[in-house]
């Protein structure tokens, strides 16, 4: 079989694990950092600086392809990973999220309305309207009405071609009743069943996904139930969804905790949209195995470079004449080469090589991350590592 | 000395020339294509794109430099070689250029009025005011008022220390009539003996700047007057200016031909501004040896590229399924790793990566073209070159 998961150490007092999992477009080392290429490019970058950044893997998003340019034509000129000139790895999610989001961006009510029903209700908007069936949505490009299920993404999955490809769920946002978590739980297991049984092609593996909002009953519940859904055909792994959805981050390490632990061992654990890097460190500490996020991207176009100190935000003007890299020692194409004061000017004259150098830099920063979190749990150092990770984060720099 | 120039080969039948230029930065082979960094950058590249696509020396505009982050800032930072992290022969533009485009294009009157002496007054705008001694004009950015003279253009250039400085000139717009062209003339005459007399690094190559419009008496009257000036210093090189201006490409084509006749085989011969790739094949018959342009970039970020049958607009939706490189052959990262199709994808969803793909197949498309240029006049046969190249400009191609 072209899949495989192996657990190659677990690390002592801690959770953390290193593991290895077997695609046919290559072996991805875990913890992983994938970054996230949503219309069918990692934004400002060519896959060969995702090459040479050590990216194992990259996402493709379900929804955003199946609208522009299209699933059958990518289908007809030899699946995403041609279509998009990369050769490695790729995941794609089911649409789920994106839709969940739809439903809630537009909805016409304040944002910090108080009352937890009326925040359960957020998904019921005139861009998306759920039904036991699955998802009508409007497109966010054209507003022309699509449909959207589990039989359909993974109709669109298929067609796209990605190694890992997701489960079509229900998500929930924060806070939701634990009445509304529980249906929109069952609606997602009934999901995923459909999602497991319509697959068909072998050279892809399905990942399933937990859901339940904040409630621990109703992860236990999903895990159990994902498990049991399992007869002929296997989950190659178990995602985490409906994480990172607004609620105070220690709620979400709570949830992971909870979680991770209820997840049987010989699965890749997959903590979706998270997340900052501190996130990550940490919910590799509680046991997880791969993250996606458009963090480094996004931010790096907004001028927001991370460091081992914490984050800059390059337009500052404490910077404008600063000869430094973004951060000594950096070993990227863009820390190499251009100063803080460069990299500012392009900033400030919104010149497309500011967002081509700040993502260089910010995705080398978190793919460097995962690589030195790999090589401690190998030496038994990971929570050494952490600690001196936490603490730098706190240092103040020397001024310029 | 550290700045040189000699004719390898002189093309028979033709003033097709081969030669080279030595800078401190390294050597430069003509006939040249220099790409535009405006702002420091040339758009949507990084410095060893392009290396790798084999660019020989860059441009920067002094006028933008000027204006943001400043000349002086980025003297502190070591130049501007360094600043950018470009390592190879660098030219900087006098500002003339830019300032004369903020005398036109402010103008409340409409485009297309028909009064030649209307025309002439385009630059008497709020934006830039001349005088003798200099332009006052107003920042793009913010509206604040500054002034250049032919001094402060020398200065602006010494601090940022290109190999190649430009004389500061004045630009005449097409049509002007010839009194207007005349004064415009005489004011830069003096502005370029000025330049001449002020500039103090030995490390950096002055080039003059024939200006006179489009009156041949003016045009020689500009080569005379220039050449007479050398004394104690000389000009590394001698532009043409004021062409491109928004004239019929034949009154273009005519002038270039007439002032290169003029000028002295020992110079290189810079046209500036220009331009398509067939303007640059006819004009290097002409004789000429370098040129800069913002089409290859510019057009890139907007759909269009360039191919020996001529350019294609990407967006068209004859491209939407064609997994064709945009050039069959080509050699350049995106045709070797992305379809047609893929391309449109990425113009049609406003990716950062169209205009990065776009813009390193334009380059190579015009570095390639000025490298196959030089070997054909290396081999005597830049008139079969050339005759070959405008057949396949008018060649359909065949449909997908």
Request: proline fraction near 5%; hydrophobic fraction near 35%.
């Amino acid at each position: 079989m072209s899949f495989s998961f192996r657990v190659l150490k677990k690390s002592k007092d801690t959770s953390a694990r290193l593991g290895e999992i077997q695609t046919p477009h290559g072996i991805i080392q875990t913890p992983v950092f994938m970054p996230v290429g949503t219309v069918g490019t990692v934004k400002a970058t060519t896959p060969r600086d995702l090459k040479e950044l050590g990216a194992q893997i990259i996402l493709g998003n379900t929804y955003h392809l199946y609208l522009r340019p299209g699933h059958e034509l990518i289908k007809k000129l030899g699946g995403l990973h041609r279509f998009v000139g990369w050769d490695g790895p790729m995941l794609t999610d089911s649409g789920g999220y994106q839709v969940f989001s739809l439903g809630r961006e537009d909805r016409q009510i304040p944002k910090e309305t108080p009352h937890p029903k009326e925040r359960g209700l957020f998904r019921k908007t005139k861009l998306a309207k759920i039904s036991d069936e699955g998802v009508t949505f409007q497109s966010h490009i054209d507003g022309s009405t699509h449909f959207l299920s589990p039989e359909k993404s993974i109709e669109i999955q298929e067609a796209l071609g990605a190694d890992i490809i997701m489960a079509f769920d229900d998500c929930t946002a924060y806070p939701t009743t634990h009445d509304q978590t529980f249906i929109s739980l069952n609606r997602t297991l009934d999901w995923e069943r459909r999602s497991l049984a319509c697959k068909k092609r072998e050279d892809q593996s399905l990942f399933a996904i937990v859901q339940g909002g904040f409630f621990e009953d109703l992860r236990k519940k999903s895990v159990e139930e994902i498990l049991a859904m399992e007869k002929e055909k296997f989950f190659g792994g178990i995602a985490l969804g409906g994480l990172s959805v607004g609620e105070p981050i220690e709620k979400m390490y709570e949830m992971a905790s909870f979680t991770a632990n209820l997840l049987p061992i010989d699965r890749p654990r997959y903590l979706m949209g998270v997340g900052m890097p501190a996130d990550l460190v940490t919910c590799i500490d509680l046991g997880m195995d791969m993250f996606d996020c458009v963090i480094p991207t996004r931010n790096a176009r907004n001028g927001m470079l991370f460091t081992k100190r914490g984050p800059i935000q390059i337009k500052q003007v404490q910077y404008a004449e600063d000869p430094r890299p973004v951060e000594e020692g950096c070993t990227c194409y863009t820390c190499c080469n251009f100063s803080r004061a460069y990299l500012r000017h392009l900033h400030m004259a919104k010149e497309i090589l500011s967002s081509i150098l700040s993502t260089i830099h910010n995705l080398h920063y978190y793919l460097n991350l995962l690589g030195e979190i790999r090589l401690s749990i190998q030496e038994n150092q990971f929570l050494d590592f952490k600690k001196h990770f936490f603490e730098l984060q706190k240092e103040e720099e020397t001024p310029c």
